[in-house]
């Protein structure tokens, strides 16, 4: 586990760079919201305005199936509960000098 700047515990680096970089833009969030009716909980939760978006960096695609299919749950939880939901994997972040701008242009879609 490592501490963002905001207080955050996350449970990678890669989860510290997003969570980071949520806060230095300003975009307040939560870790760990409920998805409805369910265990499962997105990594992040945002609020803007009515609209509720998910964030989820889906930083072991391909390494399971049981991770995958935990991932096209929680797709489809958030299209019956009409939550936006923004995926982040690692090719968002990594190499690390183009994830600022891969980052801003999956919230300027999503919002």
Known sequence: MTKALDGHYCDSISELLIDNWLYKNKILHERDAHYPGTHHK???????????????????????????????????LCEKHKISLISIYPQDLYPKNFFEGNLKEKFEKAI
């Open 42 to 76: 997105a990594d992040w939760g945002i609020l803007i305005g009515n609209q509720k978006i998910f964030v989820e960096y889906f930083g072991l695609i391909n390494d399971s199936p049981r991770y995958d299919r935990s991932i096209k749950e929680k797709r489809k």
